[in-house]
Protein backbone atom coordinates (compact mmCIF):
# COMPACT_ATOMS: atom_id res chain seq x y z
CA UNK A 1 0.00 0.00 0.00
CA UNK A 2 0.93 3.93 -0.74
CA UNK A 3 0.49 6.42 1.30
CA UNK A 4 0.68 10.39 1.37
CA UNK A 5 0.85 12.13 4.75
CA UNK A 6 1.05 15.81 4.90
CA UNK A 7 1.61 18.08 7.47
CA UNK A 8 2.66 22.09 8.47
CA UNK A 9 -0.67 23.59 7.89
CA UNK A 10 -1.88 26.32 10.33
CA UNK A 11 -3.47 29.55 10.95
CA UNK A 12 -1.02 32.52 10.01
CA UNK A 13 -1.57 36.22 9.74
CA UNK A 14 -1.77 37.72 6.26
CA UNK A 15 2.09 37.99 5.21
CA UNK A 16 3.59 35.61 7.06
CA UNK A 17 4.52 32.18 5.75
CA UNK A 18 4.22 28.45 6.00
CA UNK A 19 5.67 24.98 4.59
CA UNK A 20 3.82 22.55 3.89
CA UNK A 21 5.49 18.85 3.49
CA UNK A 22 4.71 15.80 2.05
CA UNK A 23 5.96 12.05 2.25
CA UNK A 24 5.49 9.86 0.00
CA UNK A 25 5.52 5.92 1.43
CA UNK A 26 5.21 2.19 1.22
CA UNK A 27 5.54 0.21 -1.80
CA UNK A 28 7.19 2.80 -4.20
CA UNK A 29 9.14 1.70 -7.51
CA UNK A 30 9.18 5.39 -8.53
CA UNK A 31 6.91 9.02 -7.96
CA UNK A 32 6.34 10.35 -11.36
CA UNK A 33 5.35 13.45 -10.44
CA UNK A 34 4.12 15.17 -7.37
CA UNK A 35 2.23 18.40 -6.33
CA UNK A 36 -0.07 20.16 -4.20
CA UNK A 37 -4.05 21.25 -4.81
CA UNK A 38 -6.36 22.87 -2.89
CA UNK A 39 -10.05 23.40 -2.01
CA UNK A 40 -11.70 26.20 -0.49
CA UNK A 41 -15.22 26.16 1.17
CA UNK A 42 -17.87 26.21 -1.49
CA UNK A 43 -15.02 25.71 -4.54
CA UNK A 44 -13.76 23.21 -6.75
CA UNK A 45 -10.26 21.66 -5.80
CA UNK A 46 -7.42 24.04 -8.09
CA UNK A 47 -3.82 22.76 -8.60
CA UNK A 48 -1.34 24.71 -6.61
CA UNK A 49 2.04 23.46 -7.39
CA UNK A 50 3.31 20.79 -9.11
CA UNK A 51 6.91 19.20 -10.35
CA UNK A 52 7.79 16.80 -13.01
CA UNK A 53 10.78 15.42 -13.91
CA UNK A 54 12.17 18.74 -12.22
CA UNK A 55 9.55 21.17 -14.34
CA UNK A 56 7.38 22.86 -12.01
CA UNK A 57 3.87 24.04 -12.36
CA UNK A 58 2.20 27.16 -10.87
CA UNK A 59 -1.38 28.67 -10.68
CA UNK A 60 -1.21 31.96 -11.30
CA UNK A 61 -2.57 33.35 -8.14
CA UNK A 62 0.15 32.18 -6.36
CA UNK A 63 3.61 32.75 -8.86
CA UNK A 64 6.28 34.53 -6.93
CA UNK A 65 4.97 33.51 -3.34
CA UNK A 66 5.09 29.94 -3.34
CA UNK A 67 7.56 27.55 -4.27
CA UNK A 68 7.42 23.86 -5.03
CA UNK A 69 10.03 21.38 -4.51
CA UNK A 70 11.54 17.74 -3.73
CA UNK A 71 13.49 15.89 -1.77
CA UNK A 72 13.63 12.34 -4.45
CA UNK A 73 15.75 9.92 -2.01
CA UNK A 74 12.76 10.70 0.41
CA UNK A 75 9.98 10.57 -1.93
CA UNK A 76 9.03 14.21 -0.13
CA UNK A 77 7.41 17.27 -1.23
CA UNK A 78 7.24 20.63 -0.21
CA UNK A 79 5.28 23.87 -0.63
CA UNK A 80 7.01 27.27 0.81
CA UNK A 81 4.41 29.50 1.06
CA UNK A 82 5.52 33.15 1.39
CA UNK A 83 2.91 36.38 1.61
CA UNK A 84 -0.16 34.34 2.51
CA UNK A 85 -3.45 36.19 1.79
CA UNK A 86 -6.79 35.26 3.41
CA UNK A 87 -7.79 34.25 -0.51
CA UNK A 88 -4.92 31.34 -0.15
CA UNK A 89 -7.09 29.28 2.95
CA UNK A 90 -8.13 26.18 1.93
CA UNK A 91 -7.35 22.46 2.77
CA UNK A 92 -4.55 21.90 1.01
CA UNK A 93 -3.82 18.22 -0.81
CA UNK A 94 -1.05 16.41 -1.86
CA UNK A 95 -1.35 14.38 -4.96
CA UNK A 96 1.57 11.93 -6.53
CA UNK A 97 1.57 9.75 -9.74
CA UNK A 98 3.63 6.61 -8.51
CA UNK A 99 4.81 3.21 -9.98
CA UNK A 100 4.54 0.17 -7.60
CA UNK A 101 7.25 -1.44 -7.09
CA UNK A 102 5.75 -4.42 -8.01
CA UNK A 103 3.17 -3.38 -10.47
CA UNK A 104 5.80 -1.17 -12.90
CA UNK A 105 3.53 -1.12 -16.00
CA UNK A 106 1.20 0.95 -14.14
CA UNK A 107 1.17 4.49 -13.00
CA UNK A 108 -1.17 5.23 -10.00
CA UNK A 109 -2.64 8.03 -8.67
CA UNK A 110 -2.85 8.61 -4.75
CA UNK A 111 -3.91 11.69 -2.30
CA UNK A 112 -2.87 12.82 0.83
CA UNK A 113 -5.75 13.36 3.77
CA UNK A 114 -5.02 16.99 3.80
CA UNK A 115 -4.03 19.49 5.94
CA UNK A 116 -5.52 22.89 6.35
CA UNK A 117 -4.12 26.42 6.04
CA UNK A 118 -5.64 29.13 7.45
CA UNK A 119 -4.73 33.46 6.66
CA UNK A 120 -6.31 35.62 8.87
CA UNK A 121 -5.81 38.35 11.24
Known amino acids: QVQLVESGGGLVEPGESLRLSCDAS????????MGWYRQAPGKQRELVAS??????NYADSVKGRFAISRDNAKNTVYLQMNSLKPEDTAVYYC????????????????WGRGTQVTVSS
Open 95 to 110: HALITKAHSMDVTYSY
Open 51 to 56: MTSGKT
Open 26 to 33: GSIFSVNA
